[in-house]
């Protein structure tokens, strides 16, 4: 299948900190943030490298495998580079990649490390996709805290799984199809600690183009604070479609659609078997089904 996106990206490095430890990459095929941590300003060296490292994939034709083995090799640079400078440098990684075999794309693969987020707006419901790894996230999984509670706790900016803090690092990932209409929040903790979930489902559902969408979200977060740097992209799946061409034929065999050489009747079929009619099914697939998830190490 084919599928077009449509997204809008803003970083800012909110009303208090002097500098901007978020790192974007947006498009055309990956989409993520990364929120730096460490001291003398080493934050923003962990999250330029891991951006950097997802970047250089961004342009070609990447799988899941692939994209995994980029956030591995991010996260051995990110700690190779801490412990070079005994600065303790790490990163949050979180955000989504359109995946793709022979030119088509196959999935839209979600992966996560930390505390950074990655949402979809699915029929205008916003969904968590991304778990946290965190102090409280960890306390409210045990039930020893509430969601409220844990927004308010000490210990809230706490991360449990960083790249940067060990050679090897666990990825959670989850598969979705490409669904038209979607649309997909990736964000920093700067966005989720000062705007509720409620708020961002609305600016989401209400705002059509996604650059307008990322520019008011960061209006929300400099509002209620902007205590630390916000970062958000909005990517819509803007269509999906089956290509109306068969696929894994050359193009210099495309004259024999019209005249079909009688040495070539085993093509014949290919070309009698009606296409189009798939695309429909496709589009409208309402099923859940999704590609499946994981968490993997190294
Ligand atoms: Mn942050």
Not at 159 to 183: C, H, M, Y
């Amino acid at each position: 299948m084919d599928v077009k996106l449509r997204w809008g990206q803003i970083s800012h490095p909110g009303n208090v900190r002097s500098r901007n430890e978020d790192a974007l990459v947006a498009g055309p095929s990956i989409f993520a943030v990364a929120d730096g941590m460490g001291g003398h300003d080493a934050g923003d060296v962990a999250s330029a490298m891991t951006i950097e490292t997802l970047s250089s994939l961004a342009a070609t034709e990447l799988d899941r495998s692939a994209l995994l083995d980029a956030v591995r090799s991010a996260n051995r640079a990110v700690t190779a580079e801490g412990a070079r400078l005994a600065n303790g440098m790490g990163t949050t990684l979180t955000g989504l990649a359109v995946t793709s075999e022979n030119g088509r794309a196959v999935d839209v693969v979600v992966f996560n490390v930390g505390d950074s987020r990655t949402y979809a707006l699915h029929h205008g419901r916003l969904e968590r996709l991304t778990h946290d790894h965190s102090v409280v996230q960890e306390l409210v999984d045990a039930g020893r805290l509430s969601a409220d509670e844990a927004e308010r706790h000490p210990d809230r900016n706490v991360i449990t799984r960083s790249l940067g803090a060990e050679p090897s690092v666990e990825i959670d990932w989850v598969a979705r199809k490409p669904r038209q209409g979607d649309r997909y929040l990736v964000c920093s903790d700067g966005l989720t600690k000062e705007v509720a979930e409620n708020e961002l489902a609305a600016v989401l559902a209400q705002v059509p183009e996604p650059q307008v969408a990322a520019d008011l979200l960061l209006a929300a977060a400099l509002q209620s604070g902007g205590r630390d740097n916000v970062t958000a992209i909005v990517v819509d799946v803007v269509a999906v479609t089956e290509p109306a061409v068969r696929t894994g034929l050359d193009d210099d065999t495309a004259p024999r659609e019209t005249e079909p050489s009688p040495l070539d009747d085993d093509t014949l079929p290919r070309f009698a078997r009606p296409r189009v009619g798939s695309v429909a099914a496709t589009v409208g697939d309402k099923g859940d089904g999704d590609g499946g998830e994981g968490s993997e190490g190294e």
